[in-house]
């Protein structure tokens, strides 16, 4: 490390660390972790301030606090003098643009009165530019970047008094006004303005932003997208040439393109790139960009989509309509009142037209595989974007995010430290579930709201130093997509009146996962997971209950990424004409990815091969198969109908091995959980009401299981305030007390009897 600190000499160099690097120097020397001797800590503290100056030019209060700092240090690095001059020069030129001078002349024919406001105006703007820059100034070195500023300082010194001679003049009604000489020196000292720009060393180079292709390569990733767009910017240039040299093409693929990619990958980054790449070439008159969606072209009734798609159309002549989820223009089995149709006819209608035709350019973005059926479906649209007009944008690997994440922390002016880095890379993870994972978007996100946790909780330290309000560690990304629950899974688990061999047979299980999981991590072979569950029992012996548990479970070990529960039945899967079966199932499987899906009574799915429902498991079979530890799938019912749907189907049964037996709950069962219902209400039993509901569990034969004693308590509570009603006795004693009669009046009800 101290040799990469000794050879950075100059800015002219590009330094030895990124700000991030540095700024993690700086914060081990100050944790203990590193020793930094006072010359190397120097030369960081000047890193820190050359990558701070580079990203933000104008006055920055750390920047002269690091120079201020090393300034007192005993020894001090060669750049110190050179960043406190460059930062001068930066601030001189930044004033210099503020100066309203680029587009101010006086006319011939002017009257006096608008020809003495106008020099009065510009006077006052430069003697106050004077005055400001004036402490600015004392830093600078002899260079050429003094001399050109020095030749502006003199000229704007000498145009100042030219001004003031001419509005004196104006003001005693003298002719002979030196408005030529005036214009001429405003013309001079912004040449000498343009001048001082090219002089400041690259790095400080206002410029390198503006050029479309460097700043395509300054984004993180996108390797290959970056290789088209270098490929198809010569080749449009090349085109350009061929033009200009007379040569003609008839089967030019034009400038429309198709940006697909999933949410957060840089559609409309790269579609801004291309308009400015467009601009730059000459092929469109501006580089704007106006984006619109579905709600803003579709209209409610007819002629209104046609009139917003052509408004919309004029708006971008010379530049871009970026049409973002362009796909939802046209929705599957959409109505006669959708007149998404209508846009895109009028769409295909204004590219083509003579009016309108080679004037704009039409970028249409949306997710991959919803664009390609969106194009398939609409022929005319697809042939106005030919193959090579496709860009497809992948998902960013956790690397790149990471990159992306600290990027925009060090835009707001925060870092991770190394910990915190790790720990972040584990939260990308866990929010990599489906395709419907924002990437940039989502990490972006994820940064903005540890900077909220950091400074919404934690308490400020007396003495705090600048690097303080800039660390970014472990403890602020405490539970940033977690679900608060007041019990772990496990407790409420344990909770669960009954059930022992059900308990057993889960705890067995995530203790299985758990030791999975560790020998992954130590970089140890592991032994196949298979989750997927039959859940087979009576109604109401707790099956979805401890299937919610299970997903937290199994959230808990980190294997599933959400942890939440999906239900559904046949239902939510079926539907009534062929080819939806697959698209229900597959929603449904996308709703659940990370988590479990609980399909109850499963075995209602198959009814026979010419039914939809054999489609619905076929693709549920498929769609397991491709997110293997991403989807939990559970399947539900009575014992006999899942073992004969089990047995039947071997792309099913080769897939359920775990079977988990829910037992008709006990008599002494059903009283537990009658007085843990009521108890989570705060109501209580009379002893006679005890005694009966004892005698009602062990002489009757209960179906629903715990629905049944659930719903019997429901019941009993009505009428027992009925009771209280009838009987004016509307105590808190009385309104928690629950009688004999409340009891046996609900237990008739219930069981379909008259009391």
């Known amino acids: ?42 030369v960081v503290y000047m890193i820190i301030a050359f990558h701070r100056l580079k990203r933000n030019q104008e006055n920055d209060h750390i920047v002269d606090l690091l120079l201020k700092e090393t300034g007192e240090l005993s020894e001090k690095p060669v750049v110190l003098q050179e960043l406190k001059s460059i930062k001068a020069y930066l601030n001189f030129y930044s004033e210099l643009e503020k100066l309203p001078i680029a587009e101010w002349a006086i006319r011939e024919t002017d009257f006096d009165p608008a020809k003495l406001k ?55 009604k003298k002719t002979g006004l030196a408005v030529q000489q005036l214009n001429q020196q405003v013309k001079e000292i912004v040449k000498w303005r343009t001048e001082l720009a090219t002089l400041f060393p690259e790095a400080f180079k206002k410029n390198n932003q503006e050029d479309p292709l460097k700043t395509l390569d300054e984004l993180i990733g996108m390797k290959e997208i970056k290789q088209y767009i270098h490929q198809y910017y010569h080749y449009l240039k090349y085109q350009k040439e061929r033009k200009e040299l007379g040569f003609q093409m008839v089967d030019e693929p034009g400038l429309h393109m198709i940006i697909s990619g999933n949410p957060g990958t840089g559609k409309t980054t790269i579609a801004r790139l291309l308009a400015a790449i467009y601009h730059e070439l000459g092929l469109l ?77 039409v970028i249409l973005a949306g997710y991959p595989e919803e664009m390609r059926q969106f194009l398939w479906a609409n022929p005319g649209l697809r042939s106005r974007f030919p193959e090579p007009n496709h860009i497809t944008l992948p998902d960013f690997k956790n690397d790149e ?14 870092f991770f430290t190394e910990k915190a880095l790790r720990k972040f890379e584990g939260l990308i993870e866990k929010s990599r579930v489906d395709e419907t994972f924002g990437n940039a978007r989502t990490v972006r996100d994820l940064v903005l709201r540890a900077i909220f946790r950091k400074g919404a909780y934690k308490q400020r330290a007396a003495g705090e130093n600048w690097l303080d309000h800039m660390r970014i560690e472990t403890e602020d990304l405490e539970d940033l997509n977690d679900e608060s629950e007041d019990q772990q899974p496990m407790q409420r688990l344990d909770n669960l009146i009954g059930l022992e061999n059900v308990k057993e047979e889960v705890k067995k299980l995530s203790s299985f996962v758990r030791i999975q999981q560790q ?19 009576n109604p109401g012996t707790g099956k979805t209950t401890v299937a919610n548990i299970y997903s937290r479970i199994l959230n808990e070990c980190g294997l599933l990424k959400r942890g939440h529960l999906v239900v559904a039945s046949r239902s939510d899967l079926v539907a009534g004409f062929v080819g939806q079966t697959a698209i229900k199932t597959k929603q449904k499987v996308r709703e659940a990815l990370g988590g479990v899906l609980f399909i109850d009574e499963a075995y209602s799915l198959y ?58 709950y006990q008599p002494e069962d059903l009283m537990k959980i ?34 049944f004693a659930v719903n019997l308590v429901d019941e009993a509570v009505q009428f027992q305030a009925l009771r209280i009603i009838e009987e004016q006795q509307d105590t808190a004693e009385v309104n928690q007390l629950l009688t004999k009669e409340d009891f046996a009046q609900a237990w008739s009800t219930i069981r379909g009897k008259r009391p």
């Open 607 to 664: 009814r026979g091969d010419k039914d939809f429902g054999k489609e619905a498991i076929d693709t549920l079979v498929d769609e397991m198969t491709k997110h293997n530890e991403n989807l939990v799938v559970i399947l539900a019912g009575y014992s006999r109908e899942m073992e004969q749907f089990i047995s039947s189907n071997p792309g099913l049964e080769s897939r359920f091995k775990k079977y988990f037996y829910f037992p008709d």
């Open 1 to 42: 490390m101290s040799g990469h600190l000794e050879q950075w000499t100059t800015i002219n160099q590009h330094p030895p660390f990124s700000e991030v690097e540095a700024l993690r120097l700086i914060n081990d020397w100050q944790n203990g972790t590193i020793e930094l001797s006072e010359f190397y800590r120097a």
């Open 285 to 361: 008159e501006t580089n704007q960009v106006t984006e619109v969606n579905r709600a803003h072209l579709v209209g409610s009734y007819v002629g209104q989509s046609e009139e917003n798609t052509v408004n919309y159309v004029r708006q971008s002549v010379g530049g871009i309509l970026f049409i973002d989820e362009a796909y939802s223009l046209k929705r599957e089995g959409q109505s006669g009142s959708d007149y998404g149709q209508a846009v895109i006819d009028t769409l295909v209608s204004s590219m083509t037209s003579k009016e309108y035709a080679d004037r704009f350019a």
């Open 674 to 707: 009658t007085k843990s219902h009521l108890e989570e209400y705060h109501y209580h039993l009379e002893e006679e009401a005890d005694h009966y509901l004892n005698e009602q569990y062990q002489e009757h034969e209960i179906d629903g299981n715990a629905r």
């Open 401 to 414: 995010l990471l990159q992306i994440a600290e990027k925009t922390a060090l835009s707001n002016d925060y």
């Open 118 to 172: 106008k020099i009065r105006e510009l006077a006052e703007e430069i003697d106050e530019f004077l005055n400001k820059t004036s402490l600015v100034q004392a830093e600078f070195t002899d260079n050429p970047l003094s001399q050109v500023g020095s030749q502006i300082i003199d000229r704007l010194s000498r145009l100042l008094d030219m001004l003031k001679e001419t509005g004196d003049a104006i003001e005693n």
């Open 519 to 537: 020998r992954k991590q130590q970089g140890l072979p592991t032994v196949p997971i298979q989750l997927h569950a039959i859940f087979s029992g």
